[in-house]
């Protein structure tokens, strides 16, 4: 083994920089990413469930299912709520496609609405599904680095949207008049306005 000789410079011996040590390491970048695309997404869903209850909320014999639109969007709202002030915290700049989500979300909740209680339910059960699949990679990535405060708050938004997505279940959201094909595009649609939004 070769020694190393006395009086060898320290920058020589420390691990230079870019050189991975072993631990948990926090990525900012990573996590502004996060925060915009998950603020966008709830922005998103208030929009679905906004669409829907102008549908349902004008027609009395829905007042069962825009009841509980109205819970979902609810707790949607809490969601976005607690993601503008995370941004704030972090610094990090919202979506610049924030306004044509607005617009995509409202429409998409109306159509699928007056497509009837069915159609509405698998809009829910698609979206939720996908976001709950979202959440659940991102709070492996925050324990990895560390940061467990925010991951436990992301697996409690996580939770609410699994309850959301098995309500819809329940409600017949399978059922839908061509379901394999209106959840599959509504998916697609949700993937590729994660992929988006993430960057813009």
């Known amino acids: 083994m070769t020694e190393t000789p006395a009086g060898k410079a320290a920058s020589e011996i420390i691990p230079q920089p870019g050189i991975p040590l072993p631990g948990k390491r926090r990525d900012p970048q990573r996590i502004e990413q996060m925060l915009r695309v998950d603020h966008a997404g709830e922005y998103g869903a208030v929009a679905i469930y906004g669409g829907q209850r102008a549908i349902y909320g004008k027609l009395p014999q829905k007042a ?3 009841r509980q639109l109205e819970e979902m969007e609810a707790d949607e709202q809490v969601h976005l709520e607690a993601f503008d002030a ?8 919202p979506t610049a496609l924030g306004p044509i989500w607005n617009v995509a979300g409202h429409a998409l909740g109306a159509v ?4 009837g209680d069915k159609a509405a339910h698998a ?4 979206v939720e599904s996908v976001i709950e699949q979202h959440y659940a990679g991102q709070i492996t990535e925050l324990r990895a680095m560390g940061e467990d405060e925010l991951a436990d708050r992301f697996d409690q938004f996580r939770n609410e949207e ?3 997505r098995d309500l819809a279940i329940e409600e017949g959201a399978k059922d839908a008049p061509g379901y394999p094909v209106l959840s ?7 993937r590729l306005a994660i992929k988006v939004s993430e960057k813009i």
Do not use: N, P, S
């Not at 704030?88 to 700049?93: D, S």
């Open 162 to 164: 699994l309850a959301h």
């Open 123 to 126: 809009c829910t059960e698609a």
């Open 86 to 93: 995370l941004l704030v915290e972090h610094r990090a700049r």
């Open 64 to 66: 069962r299912i825009a």
């Open 184 to 190: 599959g595009l509504i998916q697609a649609g949700c």
């Open 112 to 115: 699928t609405a007056l497509m």
